[in-house]
């Protein structure tokens, strides 16, 4: 792709003794959601009035205090919406609505009529200053321009007594921000604080768009600092952004501009909005979360928040969204898998505040209402950790870590043939049918034990005498012996077969389940003369059959 002198680099502003770098964020932003006017406006079927409703009421219970409901001006939709909100009295008093409006006398006057009855207000007036568009969109001039802006605000004075006792917030965006003249829009922001009469009492909102991303992250936060050091009256305004997404850095353009001196943010849940969508503000939050400062936005259940947007949005949320995609807490890399295995294993019974330092997971899932189930994914990429944390956390299977690397070879065989992720069960069954389920070449039809005792307190030794029926590559054998257990009597009888002689080496065991359902899993390793091994299980609610079963997985497992 040759450029050809058709795109240039962004002309950055000329400023040296920025500070910002040197910052750091230790409160969250004023949060505004504007879902329900930007947000709905880029969907393929906005959202009617009862689903804007519902929406409404799930952004409060997050807790959003500032909250864009619409642009009357746009439709009837719009108008009744936000009238609905106010006549049934759905805007709890510590949550402010928002609502958006051109510089249009008639469309200002429209608007003012439908916010009246609410007690606060921001009302939101913006207009293109950026050079293209003054040439394009107005063919107006820079001093037209802030008298187009200005004439708003008078418009916006003239009609406040539509609105009754309604408190009313101004909020002014030059639009294009990011591409229009530093000084200039400093110079149209000053005039309208002017106009409105703006001091430290009366202070209103300068909102800093970058409607369409443009520029790297610092450059966006030099022009934060840079507009808010020179302002005039830096004490009458609260600095906003409006982050869009463009070119992919909307996030960290945001979390930027904050240390640069913005006090406030607009956004949607899930990046949701026009093109490559608006500032994510469910990632911004929780990217404050992880560094230990409170977000001011409850996403302790974030599972049903999304189900909640995709339902009313008709949207989805890409599965490796930050935080809130079906992915996040998965891992498919066998590396990974292990480290996460370990380390959930490590931190068990550890305080509820202890520092969150698991590998590979930024946050601990329960804290947005997720579980652990789901975090190891199994494909042919994964290793012998994410198996075992399959079977120990969904099964309360816990093979001897001798025997991991073997597991995981042979689940990860499984998901080369089939060529998809295996499900849990699929990775239980894999393990069961190679180890647990086993008759051939060794398989026992029947077995009985007679345990033989001494007195009571002599010195004669216990022991087993053990009887079975067994088949071997086909042929089948009755065979009684004794041994100092049902084990080692078992091992006898296979002595007397045309079994290959081996030597148990490795044994171990653990209880499964709880009460009349416990279960001993018992986990050997065989040395056969040739000096190969190999590990068997067994599964029983006997702990000598267990042994015995697990003898006879050994014995029939081929890798």
Not at 188 to 197: E, F, G, L, P, Y
Not at 441 to 470: D, F, M, Q, W, Y
């Amino acid at each position: 792709m040759n450029v050809n002198g058709k795109y240039r680099q962004f002309q950055a502003i000329d400023f040296r003794d920025r500070t910002w770098p040197s910052k750091k964020i230790d409160k969250a932003p004023v949060w505004c959601s504007v879902d329900l006017r930007d947000g709905n406006q880029a969907l393929i079927n906005p959202m009617g009035i009862e689903q804007k409703l519902e929406y409404f009421d799930m952004l409060v219970k997050i807790g959003f205090k500032e909250i864009e409901v619409g642009y009357p001006g746009a439709n009837e939709v719009e108008f009744v919406f936000i009238r609905r909100l106010i006549e049934e009295h759905r805007i709890p008093d510590d949550v402010v609505i928002q609502v958006l409006a051109p510089m249009r006398d008639e469309l200002i006057k429209h608007t003012m009529e439908c916010v009246a009855g609410a007690s606060k207000v921001i009302f939101h007036l913006y207009n293109a200053t950026s050079p293209a568009q003054r040439k394009y969109n107005f063919d107006k001039s820079k001093e037209e321009i802030i008298s187009l802006a200005c004439s708003g605000v008078e418009s916006v004075k003239k009609y406040r007594s539509l609105a009754k006792d309604t408190h009313i917030i101004l909020e002014y965006s030059p639009e294009n921000f990011t591409e229009t003249e530093i000084d200039y829009s400093i110079e149209i922001c000053s005039k309208v604080m002017k106009t409105w009469n703006a001091d430290k009492n009366n202070r209103m909102i300068l909102n800093l768009p970058s409607t369409v991303e443009c520029c790297l992250p610092n450059q966006y936060a030099d022009m934060i600092e840079y507009f808010c050091r020179n302002i005039p009256q830096r004490d009458a305004c609260i600095i906003s952004l409006h982050n869009h997404n463009d070119r992919g850095e909307g996030i960290a353009a945001c979390e930027l501009g904050i240390l640069a001196g913005a006090e406030r943010v607009e956004g949607c849940l899930f990046g949701n909005g026009e093109r490559t969508g608006n500032l994510d503000i469910v990632t911004a939050a929780l990217n404050l979360y992880t560094q230990g400062v409170n977000p001011a936005l409850d996403f302790s259940n974030l599972e049903e928040i999304t189900r909640q947007f995709e339902r009313l949005t008709g949207m989805s949320v890409h599965p490796r969204s930050p935080y809130a995609g079906e992915l996040v807490f998965c891992a498919f890399s066998g590396g990974h898998q292990d480290a996460i295995r370990k380390a959930i294993s490590g931190r068990k019974g550890a305080d509820a505040d202890k520092v969150w330092d698991v590998p590979y997971l930024l946050i601990d899932p329960h804290d947005i209402g997720r579980e652990y189930e789901g975090i190891i994914r199994i494909n042919n990429q994964s290793g012998k950790g994410g198996a075992a944390y399959i079977l120990e956390h969904e099964f309360g299977i816990i093979p001897p870590k001798p025997m991991l690397g073997i597991i995981g070879r042979v689940i990860k065989q499984a998901a080369d043939k089939e060529q998809k992720e295996l499900s849990a069960e699929n990775v239980y069954q894999i393990f069961a049918d190679r180890w647990l389920n086993t008759k051939v070449p060794l398989n026992v039809l029947e077995i009985t034990e007679k345990h033989i005792e001494g007195e009571r307190g002599g010195s004669g030794e216990e022991h087993v005498a053990a009887s079975a029926t067994i088949e071997y590559l086909g042929k089948r054998y009755v065979i009684t012996a004794s041994g100092n257990g049902p084990l080692d009597a078992f091992v006898k009888i296979l002595r007397r077969t045309t079994a290959p002689v081996f030597n148990i080496t490795s044994f171990h065991e653990h209880s499964i389940g709880s009460g009349s359902d416990t279960h001993a899993m018992a986990y050997v390793q065989i040395t056969f003369e040739d000096g190969t091994t190999k590990w068997g299980v067994g599964k029983s609610s006997n702990v000598g059959r267990a042994g015995i079963a697990a003898v006879v997985s050994a014995i029939n497992f081929e890798e």
